[in-house]
């Protein structure tokens, strides 16, 4: 524990005439007037945020960053660890960044994770940080607790599936690998807790999907829903062009993170939103190349009206989007980015990066649209 020292001011205590008889070691006057350095004591007044406050951030449980500091320089020395299992707005964080203390975060929510990203982007001369997501370890543990049979994986999964497809308000489908359900003349595939839905996953269903056509005349359909947590890069383009070919309507529908929270589950709280399409272009001049968006499409049949009124360009869908200039299949590493703030609510469309080496280069450009929802592009470039 480091004990804190703060200001009282002789006017606030004696009144605005009192001038002290003698300065004291401690004692000392700036635009505030005299004061003499105290022990804080345990009653703290310090202001909330507020809408016009400088740090205001659109985040209903923001705390002010002059409380955390006064916990964090309390509690820690520089560099020592600080953790906050309650990222909220990034408060915490932000403070620890700015007092040089080394910091973990996390969260349950999306737009916390979103928030504190960007706050911590705004910080003059921020160190490097990662952005990880539990993903399947945190399904993994959620579907061992929620279903029964943790120890038969065959029975677990057609539990889980059934789950999916009953929130997705489906009828459940047995008997088939890779179809398992039906909603509104579409047959339903749900993609694995611990895996991406891939291009293979989605040709072997399209391939059973006609296979289970042919057997059962009686079906009208022509179109598959694939719900997934996560989905390999560039499925929209690839998988579509085969879906295409085989004459079958496809559609990919995240299945959200809402789903392990019993309380939104119990609520009904439950929306599956259809993935983005982002459209790049890149040109490459000699060792410079030049990336620019130029679409994002976002299915809006999901969205609240009043949403969807208020978007007039479809680069308003954006809030925020970085770009790995040299993926090698490992970490997204954040080399440039550009986002929306109270300060500055547009987004560039366009940047350059110069390239030191000739070579053949993997670019992943990674979009958050307002929805707090993330899509990924990647392009193949060569430096010549």
């Not at 921020?126 to 061992?144: A, T």
Request: charged share 30%; proline share 3%.
């Amino acid at each position: 524990f480091t004990p804190l020292e703060q200001k009282e001011y002789y006017a606030d205590i004696y009144g605005p005439d009192f001038k002290p008889s003698f300065a004291g070691r401690k004692q000392g006057k700036d635009e505030g007037g005299i004061y003499r350095m105290s022990m804080v004591d345990d009653v703290w007044d310090i202001s909330a945020v507020f809408t016009l406050s400088k740090e205001h951030l659109p985040y209903d449980t923001q705390k002010p960053e002059v409380l955390l500091e006064r916990v964090i320089k309390a509690s820690s020395k520089e560099g020592d660890l600080i953790l906050d299992c309650f990222a909220g707005s990034g408060t915490t964080a932000a403070v620890a960044e700015k007092l040089n203390r080394q910091w973990i975060t996390c969260d349950l929510g999306r737009f916390a994770i979103h928030t504190t990203r960007k706050r911590m982007l705004k910080i003059d001369g921020v160190k490097p940080f990662i952005v990880q997501n539990l993903g399947k370890y945190e399904r993994q543990q959620w579907m061992k607790v929620e279903f029964e049979n943790p120890e038969n994986r065959i029975l677990q999964e057609k539990a889980y599936r059934h789950f999916i497809i009953d929130l997705y308000n489906g009828k459940t489908l047995d008997g088939y690998t890779w179809l398992h359900g039906s909603k509104a003349g579409r047959m339903v595939h749900v993609g694995s807790v611990d895996a991406p839905v891939t291009v293979e996953d989605i040709k072997s269903t399209i391939l059973e999907f006609w296979k289970l056509v042919g057997k059962e005349q009686q079906i009208q359909t022509n179109g598959i829903d694939f719900l997934g947590w996560d989905f390999a890069f560039e499925v929209n383009e690839t998988a579509q062009q085969f879906a295409a070919e085989n004459k079958v309507n496809v559609s990919f529908k995240k299945i959200p993170r809402e789903v392990l929270e019993k309380k939104a589950v119990e609520q009904g709280d439950i929306k599956f939103y259809e993935l983005a399409a982002l459209s790049v272009n890149v040109k490459v001049e000699k060792m410079k190349a030049l990336l620019k968006l130029e679409n994002f499409i976002m299915p809006q049949d999901e969205l609240p009206e009043e949403v969807r009124g208020s978007i007039t360009h479809w680069s308003q869908w954006i809030d925020y989007w970085a770009i790995d200039w040299n993926f090698k299949d490992d970490t997204f590493h954040n080399e440039w980015q550009s986002y929306r703030s109270k300060q500055n609510p547009k987004i560039d469309l366009s940047t350059t990066n110069t390239y030191k080496e000739k070579g053949k280069y993997t670019v992943i450009v990674k979009v958050i649209d307002i929805l707090g929802n993330d899509t990924t592009k990647v392009l193949e470039i060569e430096i010549n």
